[in-house]
């Protein structure tokens, strides 16, 4: 399997589990909290998330974020802070 299909394996997989924790009565943070357990990818949480709940991938993203470990999320957050930095003033 290359890349691509373990990556779409792994939100696959992801993805049932938060659908079966949200029919559990889980709210989004919970699920955040879980999958974050279960995978390295903050990415593919949120994707999973935005899937199996609705949610939008910038709440999605929200969500995720405040549920990782403080140096992460602030390593995240540093990460998202320099590539808006970076920008092209002309873009949006």
């Known amino acids: 399997m290359?890349?691509?299909?373990?990556?779409?394996?792994?939100?696959?997989?992801?993805?049932?589990?938060a659908q079966m924790m949200l029919a559990a009565g889980a709210d989004a943070d919970d699920i955040a909290r879980e999958l974050l357990r279960r995978t390295e990818s903050p990415i593919s949480a949120i994707k999973a998330i935005s899937d199996s709940t609705?949610?939008?991938?910038?709440?999605?993203?929200?969500?995720?974020?405040?549920?990782?470990?403080?140096?992460?999320?602030?390593?995240?957050e540093n990460l998202w802070a320099d590539l808006l930095d970076a920008r092209d003033p002309g873009e949006t």
């Open 2 to 17: 290359n890349d691509a299909g373990e990556r779409a394996a792994r939100i696959r997989f992801l993805r049932e589990a």
């Open 54 to 76: 609705g949610l939008g991938l910038a709440d999605a993203k929200s969500v995720v974020h405040r549920n990782l470990a403080p140096e992460t999320r602030e390593a995240a």
